[in-house]
C-alpha cells in the first residue's frame, strides 16, 4: 500500500469523508488545542463542518478510550491514552532520538542552532520537530509541532523548492544575513546559514538547517552545509524496519472505528521504526483484510501513516501530534490522576499511587488523594516505600520473581511488620491467588490497608491502595472496594500500555 506523493493541503479534505477520516480530524483539533481553551461541541461542529451529533458522537466514542477527555460541562481536550501514545513515539523513534544527539553535536561543533523540520502535507506547511543548541548565552528554541507555512522562512522555500522540482533532494547554501532587517512575521526565526531537503526512507521529508544568532564563530557557509549533508546522511542510514519487532494487540476485543484508530495508533507508536506488515494488519486490528487496508489507507490519506508496502511509520501528521504532546510535563501521576480522583470520589477513602521503577527495584508514592471521610491517613509523596511491609508495596512484590522477596532484609516497622522470608512467600502467594493485597498496621502503627496491583505491558508498574484507619475496618465493605480499585487499576494498566506483550490478566480471577 503505497503512498502518493505529497499534495498541497487542500486536497486533504477529502480524508474527513470516512469515519476514520472524521475521528483523525478530531484528534487533530484536540491537539491543536492541547495547550488552549478546550473545545466546545457546537465550535468544533462549526470547525470542522460537521453536525453536533457527528460531533457529539465521535468525542464520545473518544473519551470511552481516554484518548479524549472532558473538561467541564460539553467542553473537550487531549486525552491522556493519546499523550501515553505520543510520549512512546519521542521514546521509540530512532529518527527522532538520533536527530536530537546529532543536532546537539552540529549545534555544538559550530556554535549556531540546528533545527529538524518535517514537512507537513496534511496542512501543507512544515513543523520543528527536533532542535539542537550551541552552548552560548542567546538560544533559538522555536516551539516544536507549530505548523508554518512553505511561505515561511528559509526552511519552508526550501520545502516549496523541494517539492516543484520533483526531482532530486534540493540543497541550498545561504549567506550569512548581514543584518536583522527582517519581516516582522519571521524576525523571531534567524535566517539560515545552510540547509538541505531530503526524503527519508520511513516517508518523512525533511530539512535540516543551522541558524546563526549573531554570536560569531560559526562555521564557513561550505563547511556548514557539509555538516547538515552528513546528519542527513546518517538519518538515511537507519534501520527501515524494526529489529525483533514485538507484535501489538490491541488492550481489549472492540472492533469499533475508535478502538481500531486506537490499535493503528499504538502500532506507529510502538514501533515507530517501522511495523512489518506483508501479510497485512487484519488480524492486529479484528478485521478483515479489505477493511484493514481502507484503514491504513485512510490514515495515510490524513498523513497519519506512511505504508511501504513492507511495513507502517508514523507520518508527518503523527510526529507533528508527537512534537506537540510528547514531552515529560505530563508524568504518570498526572495522566493518571482522573482515574485515581474517581476512585476517591467512589470510596471516600484517601489512594495513593505506587509507582515501582524496574531499574532500581524501588517504589514510592507519586501521588496521594486525600478521601472525604472525617478521619484519613496522610501519607508522604517521594520517599522510598518498602516492598514487603504494608498493601502498596506488597501489591508489587506479588508480581516479582519469588528470589526477589527471597533477597529483601526484611527491617521491622511495628510488632505486625513481616520478617520472615516464609511468612511473607505465604502472603504473596495468597495475594497472586486473590488478586489485591493486604496490610494491618504493618509499615504505619494504626493503618489498615488494601492494594491492587497495575500493570504496563504485562509487567507489574505499580499499585493503587486504599489507607483506612483500624477503627473503621469492620464497617468498611471490603468486597465493593477491592472491585472499585480492581475496576481503577484495570483502567490505568489499559492507559499506559502499548500492547507490546500478551495483557496481564486480572490475579485472582
Same mark, same amino acid.
Given at each position: 500500500?503505497?503512498?502518493?506523493?505529497?499534495?498541497?493541503?487542500?486536497?486533504?479534505?477529502?480524508?474527513? *469523508?470516512?469515519?476514520?477520516?472524521?475521528?483523525?480530524?478530531?484528534?487533530?483539533?484536540?491537539?491543536?488545542?492541547?495547550?488552549?481553551?478546550?473545545?466546545?461541541? #457546537?465550535?468544533?461542529? @462549526?470547525?470542522?463542518?460537521?453536525?453536533?451529533?457527528?460531533?457529539?458522537?465521535?468525542?464520545?466514542?473518544?473519551?470511552?478510550?481516554?484518548? !479524549?477527555?472532558?473538561?467541564?460541562?460539553?467542553?473537550?481536550?487531549?486525552?491522556?491514552?493519546?499523550?501515553?501514545?505520543?510520549?512512546?513515539?519521542?521514546?521509540?523513534?530512532?529518527?527522532?532520538?538520533?536527530?536530537?544527539? /546529532?543536532?546537539?553535536?552540529?549545534?555544538?561543533?559550530?556554535?549556531?542552532? %540546528?533545527?529538524?523540520?518535517?514537512?507537513?502535507?496534511?496542512?501543507?506547511?512544515?513543523?520543528?520537530?527536533?532542535?539542537?543548541?550551541?552552548? +552560548?548565552?542567546? !538560544?533559538? #528554541?522555536?516551539?516544536?509541532?507549530?505548523?508554518?507555512?512553505?511561505?515561511?522562512?528559509?526552511?519552508? #522555500?526550501? =520545502?516549496?523548492?523541494?517539492?516543484?522540482?520533483?526531482?532530486?533532494?534540493?540543497?541550498?547554501?545561504?549567506?550569512?544575513? +548581514?543584518? $536583522?532587517?527582517?519581516?516582522?512575521?519571521? @524576525?523571531?526565526?534567524?535566517?539560515?546559514?545552510?540547509? !538541505?531537503?531530503?526524503? /527519508?526512507?520511513?516517508?518523512?521529508?525533511?530539512?535540516?538547517?543551522?541558524?546563526? /544568532?549573531?554570536?560569531?564563530?560559526?562555521?564557513?557557509?561550505?563547511?556548514?552545509?557539509?555538516?547538515?549533508?552528513?546528519?542527513?546522511?546518517?538519518?538515511?542510514?537507519?534501520?527501515?524496519?524494526?529489529?525483533?519487532?514485538?507484535?501489538?494487540?490491541?488492550?481489549?476485543?472492540?472492533?469499533?472505528?475508535?478502538?481500531?484508530?486506537?490499535?493503528?495508533?499504538?502500532?506507529?507508536? %510502538?514501533?515507530?521504526?517501522?511495523?512489518?506488515?506483508?501479510?497485512?494488519?487484519?488480524?492486529?486490528?479484528?478485521? $478483515?483484510?479489505?477493511?484493514?487496508?481502507?484503514?491504513?489507507?485512510?490514515?495515510?490519506?490524513?498523513?497519519?501513516?506512511?505504508?511501504?508496502?513492507?511495513?507502517?511509520?508514523?507520518?508527518?501528521?503523527?510526529?507533528?501530534?508527537? %512534537?506537540?504532546?510528547?514531552?515529560?510535563? =505530563?508524568?504518570?501521576?498526572?495522566?493518571?490522576?482522573?482515574?485515581?480522583?474517581?476512585?476517591?470520589?467512589? *470510596?471516600?477513602?484517601?489512594? !495513593? &499511587?505506587? @509507582?515501582?521503577? +524496574?531499574?532500581?527495584?524501588?517504589?514510592?508514592?507519586?501521588?496521594?488523594?486525600?478521601?472525604?471521610?472525617?478521619?484519613?491517613?496522610?501519607?508522604? *509523596?517521594?520517599?522510598?516505600?518498602?516492598?514487603? %511491609?504494608?498493601?502498596?508495596?506488597?501489591?508489587?512484590?506479588?508480581?516479582?520473581?519469588?528470589?526477589?522477596?527471597?533477597?529483601?532484609?526484611?527491617?521491622?516497622?511495628?510488632?505486625? *511488620?513481616?520478617?520472615?522470608?516464609?511468612?511473607?512467600?505465604?502472603?504473596?502467594?495468597?495475594?497472586?491467588? #486473590?488478586?489485591?493485597?493486604?496490610?494491618?498496621?504493618?509499615?504505619?502503627?494504626?493503618? &489498615?490497608?488494601?492494594?491492587?496491583?497495575?500493570?504496563?505491558?504485562?509487567?507489574?508498574?505499580?499499585?493503587?491502595?486504599?489507607?483506612?484507619?483500624?477503627?473503621?475496618?469492620?464497617?468498611?465493605?471490603?468486597?465493593?472496594?477491592?472491585?472499585?480499585?480492581?475496576?481503577?487499576?484495570?483502567?490505568? @494498566?489499559?492507559?499506559?500500555?502499548?500492547?507490546?506483550?500478551?495483557?496481564?490478566?486480572?490475579?485472582?480471577?
Amino acid at each position: 500500500m503505497p503512498n502518493p506523493r505529497p499534495e498541497p493541503a487542500a486536497s486533504h479534505a477529502v480524508a474527513a *469523508t470516512s469515519s476514520h477520516g472524521r475521528l483523525i480530524e478530531v484528534l487533530d483539533a484536540l491537539v491543536r488545542r492541547a495547550e488552549g481553551e478546550p473545545w466546545g461541541v #457546537r465550535e468544533l461542529a @462549526s470547525e470542522l463542518a460537521e453536525s453536533r451529533s457527528t460531533i457529539n458522537r465521535i468525542l464520545a466514542a473518544l473519551v470511552e478510550r481516554d484518548l !479524549a477527555a472532558e473538561d467541564g460541562a460539553g467542553k473537550y481536550r487531549v486525552g491522556p491514552r493519546l499523550r501515553v501514545l505520543m510520549q512512546a513515539v519521542s521514546a521509540h523513534s530512532a529518527v527522532w532520538n538520533a536527530s536530537g544527539k /546529532l543536532l546537539d553535536e552540529l549545534a555544538g561543533d559550530a556554535k549556531q542552532s %540546528a533545527l529538524l523540520s518535517v514537512y507537513a502535507p496534511h496542512c501543507d506547511g512544515y513543523f520543528v520537530l527536533c532542535c539542537g543548541e550551541a552552548a +552560548a548565552t542567546l !538560544a533559538f #528554541r522555536p516551539q516544536l509541532g507549530a505548523i508554518y507555512p512553505l511561505g515561511f522562512g528559509d526552511i519552508g #522555500r526550501a =520545502f516549496a523548492d523541494h517539492l516543484n522540482s520533483g526531482a532530486q533532494p534540493d540543497q541550498q547554501q545561504l549567506p550569512v544575513p +548581514a543584518d $536583522n532587517g527582517q519581516a516582522m512575521a519571521e @524576525s523571531e526565526f534567524p535566517a539560515a546559514v545552510a540547509l !538541505a531537503t531530503r526524503c /527519508l526512507p520511513q516517508g518523512l521529508l525533511v530539512t535540516v538547517s543551522l541558524h546563526d /544568532l549573531g554570536a560569531g564563530g560559526g562555521s564557513s557557509a561550505s563547511a556548514a552545509l557539509r555538516k547538515v549533508e552528513q546528519v542527513l546522511n546518517h538519518l538515511e542510514g537507519l534501520p527501515v524496519t524494526a529489529r525483533g519487532c514485538p507484535q501489538v494487540r490491541g488492550c481489549d476485543e472492540d472492533s469499533a472505528t475508535a478502538a481500531r484508530l486506537e490499535v493503528l495508533l499504538q502500532i506507529l507508536c %510502538a514501533v515507530p521504526d517501522g511495523y512489518p506488515c506483508k501479510a497485512g494488519i487484519a488480524a492486529e486490528l479484528q478485521c $478483515n483484510s479489505a477493511t484493514a487496508r481502507k484503514i491504513v489507507e485512510s490514515a495515510a490519506q490524513a498523513s497519519l501513516v506512511f505504508a511501504s508496502g513492507q511495513a507502517l511509520y508514523p507520518a508527518a501528521r503523527l510526529y507533528q501530534w508527537a %512534537a506537540v504532546l510528547g514531552d515529560n510535563r =505530563f508524568p504518570v501521576a498526572k495522566l493518571c490522576r482522573a482515574i485515581v480522583e474517581a476512585l476517591v470520589k467512589q *470510596t471516600g477513602e484517601t489512594v !495513593a &499511587f505506587l @509507582s515501582f521503577d +524496574a531499574c532500581s527495584s524501588t517504589a514510592q508514592f507519586i501521588e496521594v488523594a486525600q478521601g472525604w471521610k472525617p478521619i484519613q491517613y496522610k501519607l508522604e *509523596t517521594g520517599v522510598e516505600v518498602p516492598l514487603y %511491609a504494608g498493601a502498596a508495596g506488597k501489591a508489587v512484590l506479588a508480581h516479582l520473581a519469588p528470589e526477589f522477596a527471597d533477597g529483601l532484609t526484611l527491617n521491622r516497622f511495628t510488632e505486625a *511488620t513481616i520478617v520472615s522470608h516464609s511468612a511473607l512467600q505465604a502472603d504473596l502467594l495468597a495475594i497472586r491467588e #486473590r488478586g489485591w493485597s493486604q496490610g494491618d498496621g504493618e509499615r504505619v502503627l494504626g493503618a &489498615f490497608g488494601i492494594g491492587v496491583p497495575f500493570f504496563v505491558d504485562g509487567q507489574v508498574a505499580g499499585s493503587l491502595s486504599a489507607t483506612i484507619p483500624q477503627y473503621r475496618k469492620q464497617d468498611c465493605d471490603l468486597a465493593a472496594l477491592v472491585d472499585h480499585m480492581k475496576l481503577a487499576t484495570s483502567r490505568i @494498566s489499559r492507559l499506559l500500555s502499548l500492547g507490546t506483550a500478551p495483557a496481564q490478566g486480572e490475579p485472582g480471577q
